[in-house]
C-alpha cells in the first residue's frame, strides 16, 4: 500500500536559515504529491503540489520536486521567517476517491 | 465563499455519550473526507464519500458512522464514545481526480473533542 515517511521534528532554525524537510514515499502507479502546512489552531492547507515526474511545485519561496528515482519530494526554502513556524505535512494522492496517505508531520520552530 | 465548515469547534464528552460532528462545504465537490489527527501519528482517514448517498471506509473507522445526504454536507457520529475517541477532526473535501492527477483537498479548521 502507499506510504509517506517524513523527517521527524522538532526542527530548530534561526531566521533566514535554510530548510530542509525531507519527504519519501512508497506507492503504485503515479502518484501526486503534496506539502500541507498546519498554522497553530488551524486546519491544515495545500502549501505545494507536483503532479509527476521531476515537476517542481512552489510557493511563498517553498519548493520541492518530484523525484520518481529516489521516491523523494523534499521540501525546501532558502531563508525561514518567523512567520514560517508550523507543522508541515508531505502527502501523496490518488487511485480511489482521490484519498491522501499523509505522514506524520514535522514541527518547524523559527526563532530571532 | 466560507469554503469548509465544521461545527462545533470544541466538545467534551463522558464516555459512552453520543455526538454528531457536521461539516459543510459550499465548492459544489463531489469527494468529502473526515480524518482525525493524534499527535505523532498525522491525519487517518476514518470515513470518505465520493458522493451524495454514499460513504465509504478509511484506513480508522471503528467506532464511527457517517452519512452525505446532502451533497454539501457530511456527518460524522459517534454512537457511544470512548476516551480512545479523544482527538482533533478534520473534514475535508475535493473535486474528482482527473486522469491520473489527483486534486487538492480542502479542510476545514477542526473540532476538538475530548472524551472523558
Known amino acids: 500500500g502507499n506510504s509517506v515517511t517524513q523527517m521527524e521534528g522538532p526542527v530548530t532554525l534561526s531566521e533566514e536559515a535554510f530548510l530542509t524537510i525531507n519527504c519519501t514515499y512508497t506507492?503504485?502507479?503515479?502518484?501526486?504529491l503534496f506539502w500541507y502546512v498546519q498554522y497553530p489552531g488551524e486546519g491544515l492547507q495545500l502549501l505545494l503540489k507536483a503532479t509527476k515526474a521531476d515537476d517542481k511545485g512552489s510557493n511563498k519561496g517553498f519548493e520541492a520536486t518530484y523525484r520518481k528515482e529516489t521516491t523523494s519530494f523534499h521540501l525546501e526554502k532558502g531563508s525561514v521567517q518567523v512567520s514560517d513556524s508550523a507543522v508541515y505535512f508531505c502527502?501523496?494522492?490518488?487511485?480511489?476517491?482521490?484519498?491522501?496517505?499523509f505522514g506524520t508531520g514535522t514541527r518547524l520552530q523559527v526563532t530571532l | 465563499n466560507a469554503g469548509v465548515t465544521q461545527t462545533p469547534k470544541f466538545r467534551v464528552l463522558k464516555t459512552g455519550q453520543s455526538m454528531t460532528l457536521l461539516c459543510a462545504q459550499d465548492?459544489?465537490?463531489?469527494?468529502m473526507y473526515w480524518y482525525r489527527q493524534d499527535p505523532g501519528m498525522g491525519l487517518r482517514l476514518i470515513h470518505y464519500s465520493v458522493g451524495e448517498g454514499t460513504t465509504a471506509k478509511g484506513e480508522v473507522p471503528d467506532g464511527y458512522n457517517v452519512s452525505r445526504l446532502k451533497k454539501q454536507n457530511f456527518l460524522l457520529g459517534l454512537e457511544s464514545a470512548a476516551p480512545s475517541q479523544t482527538s482533533v477532526y478534520f473534514c475535508a473535501s475535493s473535486y474528482p481526480a482527473r486522469d491520473r492527477e489527483a486534486y487538492e483537498q480542502y479542510f476545514g479548521p477542526g473540532t476538538r473533542l475530548t472524551v472523558t
Open positions: 465548492m459544489n465537490h463531489e469527494y
Open positions: 506507492a503504485t502507479g503515479y502518484p501526486s
Open positions: 502527502a501523496l494522492g490518488g487511485g480511489t476517491a482521490s484519498k491522501l496517505t
